[in-house]
Structures are given as structure tokens and as C-alpha cells.
């Protein structure tokens, strides 16, 4: 954290005096490099939330022009909470956002290890599999767009290994699976790296230990990587968690939501009910719910933070 | 720090290469297999995005799907380029990718070496730097709607102005989190040595920190432009027909023309590789930049 131990206004052989006049004669310039970063970040996130959370208490619908917001105190957030759509979203979301991430851990974590020895190639391969991770979010969803069609590419694997071809933007299942999919593909990557970083921080002792102990693969496996890699996993899938709730990209781009609601996420919900029905009281209620959510899930991440920084060798 | 393309053989994994054993032989088949599953994974996809742009409308559309075709053609990028103002929203992207950047990583590092190195009352360090860190996570989705009303009420509906402003919001915070670790690694003792010659702040950052500091800025403004070149949701929302970027260009593709795959992929090619070659550039810091530092290397 940004609580740093260099100390260096504080130099040890200075006289107290001199020290409090050199960090003083200091404060003018740093309040102003300061001051910038903090006043952009104040009007562009503070305020815009802030104005959220007011437009929240309020009804007003952007497409009936002459209309001024109407106070409703809670009224935005009963119907917003009763709004059938808004539930199917947020239980979609979380179903989303947990099934992705799970897959995205074992198959990183699986690959990690199968990419963590060095050796002829592997390098090149680290890099190709990145690539997923950094191609555009809607770039990758036309892709799959294309993939998925029912003449495309995967149906025809799966009927080349026998396998009944699937209408996926047809039968609402297949859809949710499809677009989870597309999520896995393009993030596996990351868990990927910070697993493969996290892995070579790893203390060479106790797997020298236990080879001179003859311990199985396995063994070392389970007793000594997964064990030492608990506290990243741990990171890795709560920050992939944040990210995943986040979905709207790839959505937009494959699915748009349908078929019906199957694959509407909070995200597109928010999107439709401001920019689509101008429902700006539902949006912002709608979004403050969310962040509260976001909120508690961030304070999480960084207790877990600080406590795989304190315990493992990451 | 350890990059990601210099992992050590792990002792454990070297000295237990027994040839003749069968279960080292399963083991590395098994490996190789989970190796080889994977890039097939990535790179067919891949291959598939790069062949479509290259083929004709009976070779894409056609069942079952044809690998490689003899008639490769460019038609999907000539008529790409001839029916829209492609060099336009590609400028759109420039812009606003490096108009972002630079004045997120400009404030974004002067703020970071405060954070670093002064001793700010009322524990503001640790209060700002989580500030930042909240501001990161939150979804974007939830200062959409007011933020939309903002720029409309400014008058900045469809402007690349609209897109600098929001880009350089979001890539602020995470410039500030990956600067602030950058310059703690720089030395004390330099700038002490300097401070008692009578260098102020100023002097000692712009002499002396940034400098040092000058491949770590260079890591953080292409992870910043490649957050802002990707960007969507707002650059969809905040432009029409004027300011838009090549991903609402890209989404537009879907919603109006149906199968017109070779343009649609072309231009995704288009899109793609840009960011991919600087991606590849940076790599080493990749995790660093992209996980806000959850792993410290």
C-alpha cells in the first residue's frame, strides 16, 4: 500500500529543525502535484456517483421532454427491487460471474503449473497464451459470433466427434453457456499470469525438502503448491469476480441480452433502462444496489490483500 | 522484480527428470497435452478472425467451414475501407487513446511520487491511495446515466473531448496505484543526497525520479492506452456518428448488416493488432498492471 516506509524526509543525521523546514519548504509543490490528479478524479467519479445517487430518489423519464426529476424518496428502489428483469439480471450475474471464475482458476491453475518449468519454447508459449486477455472485448465477441453460428466452426467440431450441433443464440441454456464461454476464453489468461508470476516467487526449500523426503507429485501438489498458491487464488479470483459482475462488452455484443432475458446482466440492465427507456430514476437506483454490492465485495479484496501479502511469499 | 519470462526452474520439478520412470513419462505427455490443448484453444480462434477477413462470401459461409481457401482475397478490407470513413474513426481511436494517456500518466504521476514520498497529514496517504483503488473497481456502469447528462449539458455529445476527459478518469487511479509502487523502488539515499544540496520536490522528481523511473512510465502508458483503445461502453454511449472509435464502429457491424463477416473480421483485425503488438512489448509488466498489483513480483 501507498503507506510507504521510506522515510526520506525524515534523513537520520539531520537536526529535527532542519528536517521540519525541508519538508515544509516541500508541501507547496506536492499539494500542487497533488492537487490535479485529485480534483480530475473528484469531478469525473465522486460527483457523476453523487449525482446517481440523487437522480436515484428521484422519477424522470429523459423522453418526455419539459419534465423536471419528481422526488419519490424510495419509490425508484421498490420497483427497481420488484422489477422481475432487474432480479433475473442480478441473479444472472452472480451465477455469471462465480461459474466463470471457477472455471477460469482450475484451468489457469491447471495451466500455470504445465507452463511454470522453464524450458525450450515455453516462453513463446506464455506469450500466445496472453494474447486472449489483450484483444478487444468487442473484437472477441463478434469472434465468437462467428464461432458459434449454427454453420460455424464449433458446431462443426461437435458433429465431427459425434456430437448433436446447439442453436446458442436460440435456446436460452445454451446462450448462458455460450456467453460464460467466451468469458472463460478471454480471462483464463489472466489468472494465468499472476499464477505463473505467483508460482516462481514460490521458496525453492520445502520442494527441495520434500523430493529428498520422496514425496509424490501429487503430494507436493497438495501439500506444498496448492497450500503456498491459496492466498493468490484467493486474490486472483475475488479481483477476476469484480471484473466478471462487470460484464457489458462481450454481451452487447453477443447476445444483447437475449434470448429474452437469459443472458441480461446488471450491467446491460442499467444500460437498457438509461439509454433505452430514459428510465433514469430505475437506472440510478438500480446502480446505486449494485455498487453497494461492489463496494462491500472491494473493502473484501483488500483485507484479503493484505493478508496474502503478510503470509505468502507474493 | 521476477517478470513473468524469467520463471526459474523450480528445483524440485529439474532434479526429478528420471527417464525411465513411467510416471514421468505420463507426467510430461499429460503437461504437453494440457500445453498443446490450450494454444489450439487460443490460436484457432485466432486464426479464424485473421482467415475470415482474407476470404470470400461463399468461402466463410460455407458448411462445413473451410480451413484454407485458394481465392483468398482482400475485397473484405477494400470494401471496408471504400464504404466507411474508416481513417477517421481509426484517428478518433488515436486521439483519444494518446490525448488520454498522456495526461492521465502526466497527473497520474506527479500525484503517484506525493503518494510515495511525502508525509501527508491526517494519514492521507493510505485514505487516497484507497480512494483511488475504490475508484477502479467500481463498475463504470453506475456513473453512466449522470454522466451522460453531464456531457450533453456541456455540449460534448459525440466529441473525442467527451472520450479524452472519461479515459483519462479511468485510467488516472490506475496510473496513481502502478506509479506509486514504481517510485517507491526508486532509492531514498539519491534523492536525500540531492535534498541536502538544496534540490525542492520538483527538481528531484524531474532530475532525478523520473529519469530512473523513464521504462516504468513507458510500461504504464501503453497498459493505460490499451485500456482506453478497447474501451466501449462509453464510447458507445457518449458518440453518434462523429467521435465514435473503432469498437462502436465494431459493434455497429452487428446490429445493421448481419453476415458481412469479411469486413466485420478485417476490421477487427484492424482493431486487434495495434494493441497486440504493444501488449507483446510490455509484457513483463502485464501483471503487475493488470492485477493492481494483488501479486507483488
Known amino acids: ?314 | 522484480m521476477a517478470a513473468v519470462s524469467s520463471v526459474p526452474a523450480r528445483p524440485a520439478a529439474r532434479s526429478r527428470r528420471r527417464p525411465s520412470s513411467v510416471s514421468a513419462v505420463s507426467w510430461g505427455l499429460l503437461r504437453w497435452g494440457t500445453i498443446a490443448l490450450a494454444l489450439l484453444a487460443v490460436l484457432v480462434p485466432f486464426f479464424w478472425l485473421v482467415s475470415t477477413s482474407f476470404k470470400r462470401e461463399v468461402d466463410y459461409l460455407a458448411d462445413p467451414p473451410r480451413f484454407l481457401v485458394e481465392n483468398w482475397t482482400l475485397a473484405g478490407y477494400e470494401t471496408l475501407f471504400s464504404r466507411n470513413d474508416l481513417g477517421h474513426f481509426f484517428l478518433n481511436s488515436v486521439v483519444v487513446t494518446l490525448a488520454s494517456t498522456a495526461l492521465a500518466v502526466t497527473l497520474g504521476s506527479l500525484a503517484a511520487y506525493t503518494l510515495a514520498r511525502a508525509r501527508l497529514p491526517f494519514k492521507l496517504n493510505g485514505a487516497l491511495a484507497f480512494w483511488m483503488l475504490l475508484t477502479r473497481m467500481y463498475p463504470a456502469i453506475a456513473t453512466a446515466i449522470p454522466y451522460f447528462l453531464i456531457i450533453r449539458d456541456l455540449q460534448l455529445l459525440d466529441t473525442r473531448w467527451a472520450l479524452i476527459v472519461t479515459y483519462t478518469a479511468f485510467n488516472l487511479p490506475f496510473v496513481v496505484w502502478l506509479m506509486i509502487g514504481f517510485f517507491e523502488e526508486v532509492p531514498a539515499e539519491l534523492e536525500r543526497a540531492a535534498m541536502i544540496d538544496g534540490c525542492g520536490a520538483w527538481q528531484r522528481f524531474t532530475r532525478i525520479v523520473l529519469p530512473i523511473s523513464g521504462p516504468a512510465l513507458v510500461a504504464t502508458a501503453i497498459l493505460s492506452a490499451i485500456l482506453a483503445w478497447n474501451e466501449f461502453l462509453f464510447a458507445v454511449m457518449l458518440t453518434r456518428t462523429e467521435a465514435k472509435t473503432l469498437p462502436v464502429v465494431m459493434a455497429g457491424f452487428i446490429t445493421d448488416k448481419g453476415m458481412l463477416w469479411d469486413q466485420m473480421t478485417a476490421l477487427g483485425v484492424v482493431t486487434v493488432l495495434p494493441v497486440l503488438l504493444f501488449a507483446l512489448a510490455v509484457q513483463r509488466y502485464l501483471v503487475r498492471g493488470l492485477t493492481l498489483g494483488a501479486v507483488k513480483e
Open chain 1, 1 to 314: 500500500m501507498a503507506t510507504s516506509t521510506t522515510t526520506l524526509a525524515a534523513p537520520t543525521t539531520a537536526p529535527v529543525v532542519r528536517r521540519r523546514r525541508r519538508r515544509l519548504r516541500d508541501a507547496p509543490t506536492f499539494a500542487l502535484f497533488l492537487l490535479p490528479a485529485v480534483a480530475f478524479l473528484a469531478l469525473t467519479s465522486v460527483y457523476p456517483l453523487l449525482y446517481t445517487l440523487r437522480l436515484s430518489f428521484h422519477e424522470w423519464f429523459l423522453n418526455r421532454p419539459g419534465t423536471a426529476p419528481a422526488w419519490v424518496g424510495l419509490g425508484s428502489y421498490q420497483a427497481t427491487i420488484g422489477d422481475q428483469v432487474f432480479r433475473t439480471s442480478a441473479l444472472n450475474t452472480v451465477v455469471f460471474a462465480t461459474g466463470t471464475v471457477a472455471a477460469e482458476l482450475l484451468l489457469g491453475l491447471a495451466l500455470a503449473l504445465a507452463v511454470s518449468r522453464e524450458g525450450a519454447g515455453i516462453r513463446v508459449v506464455r506469450s500466445v497464451l496472453l494474447v486472449p486477455m489483450i484483444m478487444t472485448p468487442v473484437v472477441v465477441g463478434v469472434l465468437w459470433r462467428i464461432l458459434l453460428f449454427d454453420d460455424g466452426l464449433i458446431n462443426y467440431l461437435l458433429q465431427a466427434v459425434g456430437l448433436p450441433r446447439i442453436l446458442w443464440f436460440v435456446d436460452p441454456r445454451w446462450a448462458f453457456l455460450g456467453v460464460m464461454l467466451v468469458d472463460v476464453w478471454q480471462w483464463t489468461p489472466f489468472v494465468l499470469i499472476v499464477l505463473t508470476a505467483a508460482i516462481a516467487a514460490l521458496p525453492s526449500e520445502p520442494f527441495r525438502a520434500a523430493q529428498i523426503d520422496g514425496a509424490s507429485r501429487w503430494q507436493v501438489f497438495r501439500y506444498l503448491t496448492l497450500p503456498m498458491l491459496a492466498p493468490v487464488l484467493l486474490v486472483t479470483g475475488l479481483l477476476r469476480f469484480m471484473d466478471a459482475i462487470k460484464v457489458f462488452d462481450t454481451i452487447y455484443v453477443l447476445t444483447n441480452g437475449g434470448p429474452g432475458y437469459a443472458t441480461e446482466m446488471l450491467s446491460s440492465y442499467i444500460y437498457k433502462q438509461g439509454l433505452r427507456y430514459f428510465n433514469v430514476g430505475g437506472a440510478a437506483a438500480a446502480s446505486w444496489l449494485f455498487l453497494a454490492v461492489v463496494v462491500a465485495l472491494s473493502v473484501v479484496i483488500v483485507k484479503a490483500r493484505a493478508r496474502a501479502s503478510r503470509t505468502a511469499a507474493v
